[in-house]
């Protein structure tokens, strides 16, 4: 979802803030589904399928929000809440059933929650560190790797390949996800350094 721009309100019951919102209460059916796909190789066209539906809800929110002028500051905070919420606890759902490394969602995780942590550092010090478009493509590529894990062709033991193919995914989303972030902590950076190094880095 796009930032706000200055003097948009706070304004939470948007229809655009309100799929947000259906998105993360409806979040655990997605985990349920994937844990339950342990017993078939922790593959399951129908976890994909709801996955791809919140894949289209968040496009839908945010494209609805522009076109109806209703982009908010809560809807700013909301979506990519929602992405976390959503990619995260799936990730952390296949990794539970053994359908992934943790290692790969750790670093993921570790990078999230270190961000979390820098904007509120930032925030204290009145340095604001906007979201990038980059940040899309980074969530694009989590839940590319989510989805590609549930297929049941690319889950077959059998086809090496393709499980490469989706380990491939998976690094690249983890690269993707750390190179935001440093990009993240050089802009918060940049703009401490202009506003006269009120609030760089972490300390």
């Known amino acids: ?25 409806a979040s655990p059916v997605l985990f349920w589904l994937i844990l339950r796909a342990r017993d078939d190789g922790g593959a399951s066209w129908l976890a994909v399928a709801v996955a791809v539906v919140f894949a289209a809800s968040d496009a839908w929110d945010g494209h609805l929000a522009r076109n109806t002028g209703t982009v908010t500051r809560a809807g700013a905070f909301l979506d990519p809440l929602a992405d976390k919420v959503v990619v995260l606890g799936s990730m952390a759902s296949l990794a539970a059933i053994g359908r992934v490394s943790w290692v790969p969602v750790a670093l993921i995780a570790g990078r999230e929650a270190a961000m979390s942590g820098y904007r509120v550092h930032c925030a204290r010090r009145g340095v604001s560190v906007p979201a990038r478009r980059s940040a899309k493509w980074k969530v694009i590529l989590q839940g590319l790797a989510v989805i590609l894990t549930l297929v049941p062709p690319l889950a077959a033991e ?9 380990l491939a995914v998976w690094w690249l989303a983890v690269a993707a996800t750390a190179v935001t972030g440093l990009l993240y902590l050089l802009d918060g950076r940049r703009t401490a350094a202009e506003r006269g190094g009120a609030g760089g880095g972490p300390r």
Request: proline letters at 12%.
């Open 1 to 25: 979802m796009t930032a706000p721009a200055p003097g948009i309100g706070l304004g939470l019951a948007t229809p655009a803030n309100l799929i947000t919102l259906a998105r993360i209460g």
């Open 158 to 166: 059998e086809s090496p390949a393709r499980e490469g193919f989706v």
